[in-house]
């Protein structure tokens, strides 16, 4: 399955963006979906996953109630919709697909196969 992200940008401290990511060349609804970022010098970090159905849904601490993902799989899209951002969340977003062998939520990026080209996100304080 191919990604691209869109929908990032600079947005002052408190502000809001919302990601998009868009599948296309498999049958999407087969994917487990997440969010990961990457800040300049640290490691990749999970940010949030759902499951193929959307019932499943997991977030790092640290967004949680500020972020939310969701997905519609008649669109072939996984949304990451971030509030009251801050300058510790600026990063690189990348959108990741994971083949699902059950309706079930993953936070380490070594279980995800594809990956898009990223979008960068940057939190002024």
């Known amino acids: 399955v191919q990604l691209v992200e869109s929908g990032g940008g600079l947005v002052q401290a408190g502000g809001s963006l919302r990601l998009s990511c868009a599948a296309s060349?498999?049958?999407?609804?087969?994917?487990?979906m997440g969010w990961f970022r990457q800040a300049p010098g640290k490691e990749r970090e999970f940010v949030a996953a759902?499951?193929?159905?959307?019932?499943?849904?997991d977030y790092k601490d640290s967004v949680k109630g500020r972020f939310t993902i969701s997905r519609d799989n008649t669109k072939n899209t996984v949304d990451l919709q971030m509030n009251s951002l801050k300058p510790e969340d600026t990063a690189v977003y990348y959108c990741?697909?994971?083949?699902?062998?059950?309706?079930?939520?993953?936070?380490?990026?070594?279980?995800?196969?594809?990956w898009g080209q990223g979008t960068q996100v940057t939190v002024s304080s």
């Open positions: 759902i499951s193929t159905s959307g019932n499943r849904i």
């Open positions: 990741a697909a994971r083949w699902a062998y059950s309706d079930s939520v993953a936070r380490r990026p070594i279980d995800f196969g594809s």
């Open positions: 060349g498999r049958t999407f609804s087969n994917y487990n």
